[in-house]
């Protein structure tokens, strides 16, 4: 498994919202996306080093996945340029993003879950997300490739120990095997990028490590990696490097052990749990655990000493509930956990 790289291997100068790489294979700028009156996105600058793994993370609402759409290619901004290994992207479609190697993962949707495994694969060498299907099926790419695109995607469905299910339907695939088909069929494209969004949605905690390691494999391969996860352990477990958006802005960045403890990390998650009472010591360690924050969570273990409440009191299923395990986001509807 390949080591964290060294953040003096990423960082060009001061970690800060929109700090220089040293390396970067993605750097945009102004990208602003508005939805009648909400402001989505609004990024001034930002920069994916090449040949890591960043995690890009924020409560929700925070734009992380409009960003993924903008760049892509599968929404397009009111505002921003970009370019992507030297190029410019903007304005491309999404199919020709694909072709000059940044893919996304998309969830399978109705129409992918009718089709079989290997359907699927043959589907991701035309780099489309699944929307449109049928247009992409008669695409002139196809003619004369069938041999060739059907072995690539035997070799990655043995890859990621999928061969089994060639001939099944997707949507029989458990939460775990849909993860990983939807990261075998964004590599049919060959991409020097891979954008995973929330590849650990869904998916049964005895599949993680297996699921991690994936991951981990496609950075060993030279790909580079952006993620979004709201799963702070995974963020912790394998990011080189950590984003984070808040209101449609980059309002922090660094390796993920200072990112957790930034002061601007910690407002924003705070700052979105409306639905918690952070004036009391229970809501400040609820806060702690979804983010898997040391700090926030001595923070409010010594409120709850001062004030002499025992911190078992505070929180009353700690046992049942390890501070580690981080809150999971509940399994996108259609999908079936192993
Ligand atoms: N097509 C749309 N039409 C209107 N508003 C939208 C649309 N897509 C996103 N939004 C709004 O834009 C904001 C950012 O949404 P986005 O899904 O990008 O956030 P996110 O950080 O990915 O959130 P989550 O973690 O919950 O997935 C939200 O307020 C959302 O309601």
Known sequence: MPEKTPVSDILAGEAAPGCAKKDP????????????????????HVEIPRGSITALIGPNGAGKTTLFNLLTGFDKPNTGTWTFDGQSLG???????????????????????????IENMRLGATGQGGENVFASVIRPLWRGREAEITEQAEGLLARF???????????????????????????????KMIMLDE???????????????????????????????????????????????????????????TVMN??????????????????????????????DSEAVREEAEEEAEAAGIPVEHATPDAEATPAKTPRKKPAAKDEVTP
């Open 91 to 117: 304005g491309v479609p999404a199919f020709k993003v694909a072709r000059r190697g940044m893919v996304r993962t998309f969830q399978l949707t109705k129409a992918l879950s009718a089709m079989t495994v």
């Open 25 to 44: 294979i993605l750097v945009a700028d102004h990208v602003s996306r508005h939805f009648g009156g909400l402001t989505a996105v609004d990024v001034a």
């Open 262 to 291: 930034d002061q601007a990390v910690i407002d924003a998650y705070l700052g979105a749990h409306h639905d918690v009472d952070l004036g009391t010591i229970e809501g400040r360690l609820e806060v702690a655990e979804e983010m």
């Open 161 to 191: 120990k999928l061969d089994t299910k060639r001939d099944d339907y997707a949507g029989s695939l458990s939460g775990g095997q849909r993860k990983l088909l939807e990261m075998a069929r964004a590599l049919m494209t060959r991409p």
């Open 199 to 257: 590849p650990m949605a869904g998916v049964n905690p005895a599949l993680t490590q297996s699921l991690l390691e994936h991951i981990l494999s496609l950075k060993d391969d030279g790909t580079t990696v952006l993620f979004v996860e709201h799963d702070m352990h995974m963020v912790n477990e394998i990011a080189d490097w950590v984003i984070v958006m808040a209101e449609g802005k980059v309002v922090a960045e660094g390796p993920p052990s």
